[in-house]
């Protein structure tokens, strides 16, 4: 984006502009899976607030959210249900696989509890058990900087 | 009627009250969020003071760890450049901060007080692969934050606990 010196008038691309349209309103959707789903809820509260970034509004139904905040473990039976959600967003759409036992399975070392990216093209991984609302807020910050740099799947490349 | 009006005047004072009190939010990126003393964040991999590495390869840490994240392999040390005090040093330790559940099991067992939970906790990735922490990104020179070295994990270090500091067999 770039301010003209001398006319009143502000010149940027459109690619730049759709990203930071993107970037600046990334909808979560409204799907908790286990504990991390309570730091998830207070992410909204007044102390953390992500309606900053334009990010507070938790949709109920995957057809009008952005993101996918994977919180919490994913049992075996649930895989199938969030391939469905997942789907079921519009593009662009980004996951954020949010503490341990989504990411790799974390304490868990049994068949049932699965690592969200074998169905799912992840974005941002949040470590911690559960990770603080902060941390989580951080991935946020992750995330805008990767749509941003124009990394993202389904729409552009994806930067390994 | 006078009693709705009453009801609205209320509800305003509660409100205006709320428009002159300290606003709640803290301005995350710009500011850092006030953490408890006792937060366990990323884990960092200490040295002496004169430099030598506290980590003697003894994998107590792997041991305790509940979702088996650490991986230690302990080599001799050399006689004529120790890397640690004492036989053995770290040759390898890596932890996968994915799979770890940050409960300072690893802190506790730890012998020499090498392994120490920090506050620090931004350490959100794009990949797995660059989550497994080795020790390039664990060991530090200066620990994180002073008040760390005032806690009690490092009171324990104190002569007596830990090795000599200058090498060698003990």
Known sequence: MEMSPHQPFITTKLDEFVRWAQASAIWPMTMGLACCAIEMMSIVSPRYDTSRFGAEVFRSSPRQSDLMIVSGRVARKMLPVLRQLYDQMPDPKWVISMGACASTGGIFDNYAVTPVDTIL???????GCPPSPDALIYS???????????GKANVLARNA | MLQAVGGIIAGMATTLKYLFKKKSTIDYPREPYPHPERFRGVHELRRYD?????????ELCAVACPANCITVIGAENDPQ????????????????????????????????DAIVLTPRFD???????????????LLVDDPFTQHLANTESAFKTEPGVAPPPSGGAP
């Open chain 2, 50 to 58: 004169d430099g030598m590495e506290r980590c003697i390869g003894c």
């Open chain 1, 140 to 150: 946020l910050m992750q995330l805008r900087r990767e749509i941003e740099a124009g």
């Open chain 2, 123 to 137: 350490i959100a990735d794009y990949t797995r692969d660059r989550l497994i922490f080795g020790k390039d990104k």
């Open chain 1, 121 to 127: 093209p992840v974005d941002v991984y949040v470590p």
């Open chain 2, 81 to 112: 450049h120790p890397t640690a005090p004492g036989e053995r040093y770290g040759y390898r330790y890596e932890i996968d901060m994915l799979r770890c559940i940050f409960c300072g099991y690893c802190e506790e067992a730890c012998p020499t």
